[in-house]
């Protein structure tokens, strides 16, 4: 990437950025990126492997995820703030949030479970622990893997097998 570009495009939801006035960045394996908000930066930061490969992430299919996750009982008025809270985080695509649990929807391209759990938090929806709490350390784990592995696959133009050398 020229440094000296004023534009630069964020890597994770390709919002077009002027450079001179982005204030989220990193730099990883000497290429300086550009976000339009510290949500982008965090989930770059989780995948930079997926997100700094040379495909774009709008040259991939959305990764639709659906988890239940089970929260402490609140009050529906939280709830009601929780779920309006969660739905604008992006990547989020449904929120339905009942006593007990919350059914989300989201793409794993732009939002991981790791930051939906730290938004609920902050919403003041508490999540269970123990077994539940192993679980979702679980998915993370395979939500990981899954990125990585896209990220180390040919692009579809090149998806004739390997020619073998003898
Ligand atoms: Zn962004």
Known sequence: MNLHNPQSIDPVCLTKLDTSMAIHQ???RNVTYHFCSAHCQERFSEAAVFFSAPQR????????????????????????VAGICLSEVRGVSNVLIGDGYADIDYDLRLVSLNQLEAAMKDAGLPLKGWLHGLRRSL???????????????????CSRPPIRVR
Do not use: G
């Open 26 to 28: 990193l730099t990883y």
């Open 57 to 80: 992430i709008d040259e991939l299919h959305p990764i639709p995820k659906h988890h239940r996750l089970r929260v402490a009982s609140v009050p529906e008025a939280i709830r009601e």
């Open 139 to 157: 998915w993370s784990f395979v939500e990981h893997n899954e990125l990585e592995n896209l990220a180390s696959q040919p692009s579809p133009c």
